[in-house]
Structures are given as C-alpha cells and as structure tokens.
T-cell receptor
C-alpha cells in the first residue's frame, strides 16, 4: 500500500463550489505539506503543518484553507473554487531530522479542474 | 527573487550518453539542503538525490550524481548512461535553514527527453 495517499485523484468542479482534498499517510511523519503544480512554475507551497497544532501559510495560501485532523491526515479546502485554481495538487510528508537529510515523500497527486 | 533557477526548460540526450541538468540556488543561510526529484509522465514525484550544505563530497546514487559547487551556488544533476526511462521532468529543490525551520522551494523544472 502507498505510504501517502490522496483522494480524490481527479476532480472536475464548477466555479464557486467548495472542494476538499484529503491526504493520509502511514509513514508516521509529523510534517505534512500541500503544494500545487502549474506548468512552468514547478511546485509551490500552499500550507504546511509541523504537527497537529501547528499550521503555517506557504507561498500561495490565498483562497485555500487546511485542517490537520490527526498526525496522519491533512486536508486542503477550496472554499469557493475559481478557474485559476485548476492545477495538480500534491500532498507531501517529511520526518524531523537534525542531520538535515529529510526528503519529502509525495502522494500521487490530485488533478483538479475548475470550470 | 527566484530561490531556485533551472535555466533549461527542455533537454535532449542520446540513450547511453551522460547529461547534466543545471540548478542554481540563492540563499544566505549557511545551513541548507538541496534535492532533486524526478516526475515521469505518470505524475508522481520521485526523490533522486540529496546534498547537504556541509557535505564535503558530492552526493552519488547509482547513475545519479550531484555536482555541488558551493561558491557558485550550483547543484547540477548528472545522469550517466541515460536510459529511455529517464525521460521525465526533473526538479531541483532547496530546504533552507536548520531542520526545525524547514521549508522547501522548488525550481520550475527541466524536461529531459532521452532519444533512442
């Protein structure tokens, strides 16, 4: 089974609708992240959480909110979706390691289309 | 200012040849880490290799090596003996600061095409 899962994998919705993307992990990591990927822009950080009580805005948090329901679950919400939020969304996790070698493990991605 | 620059939007290489993908970074923090990820057409992000700012030697992982030139702030990925399965997008990323202040920044990526 995959260590980081995302649901749904694909979603088409209409402008103004509320959308929730969910991420679950079995890696036991405290740190979780949400990114969006647009062509030519790489991945941009939306929100990140270092533990259940810690939520931080990333580079592009406007129009998004998150909820860290448990160590293993981190959800991303679009309260009122707009077409320029059409993108590929990734959830990622990482461990805490003072050595610094703490790669991020990515989920398979959710392709969201807002019409 | 761009923290991570990848100046090659697309690259072509002949199968079995080596290829270098460029990455330059910008940070004033003495502690940082550099990562390379591969994204095949299926979309998943695959970790390839890591280089810490204090590492004395260039990182290597199988056919992947990282040419780390700290003074030039460059961390180029070298793929030796390219294979058709290496065709993908490649992203350079940086974690700035000590681990407890972790934040990742990604470059725009380079699309590598391996020709038979």
């Amino acid at each position: 089974d995959a260590d980081v899962t995302q649901t749904p994998r694909n979603r088409i919705t209409k402008t103004g609708k509320r959308i929730m993307l969910e991420c679950s992990q079995t890696k036991g990591h405290d740190r979780m992240y949400w990114y969006r990927q647009d062509p030519g822009l790489g991945l941009r950080l939306i929100y990140y959480s270092f533990d259940v009580k810690d939520i931080n805005k990333g580079e592009i948090s406007d129009g998004y909110s998150v909820s860290r329901q448990a160590q293993a679950k981190f959800s991303l919400s679009l309260e009122s979706a707009i077409p320029n939020q059409t993108a590929l969304y990734f959830c990622a996790t990482s461990d805490f390691g003072l050595a610094g070698y703490n790669e991020q493990f990515f989920g398979p991605g959710t392709r969201l289309t807002v019409l | 200012a761009q923290k991570i620059t990848q100046t090659q939007p697309g690259m072509f290489v002949q199968e079995k040849e080596a290829v270098t993908l460029d990455c330059t970074y910008d940070t004033s923090d003495p502690s940082y880490g550099l990562f390379w990820y591969k994204q095949p057409s299926s979309g998943e992000m695959i970790f390839l290799i890591y280089q810490g700012s204090y590492d004395q030697q260039n990182a290597t992982e199988g056919r992947y090596s990282l040419n780390f030139q700290k003074a030039r702030k460059s961390a180029n990925l070298v793929i030796s003996a390219s294979q058709l399965g290496d065709s993908a997008m490649y992203f350079c990323a940086m974690r700035e600061g000590a681990d407890y202040g972790q934040n990742f920044v990604f470059g725009p990526g380079t699309r590598l095409s391996v020709l038979p």
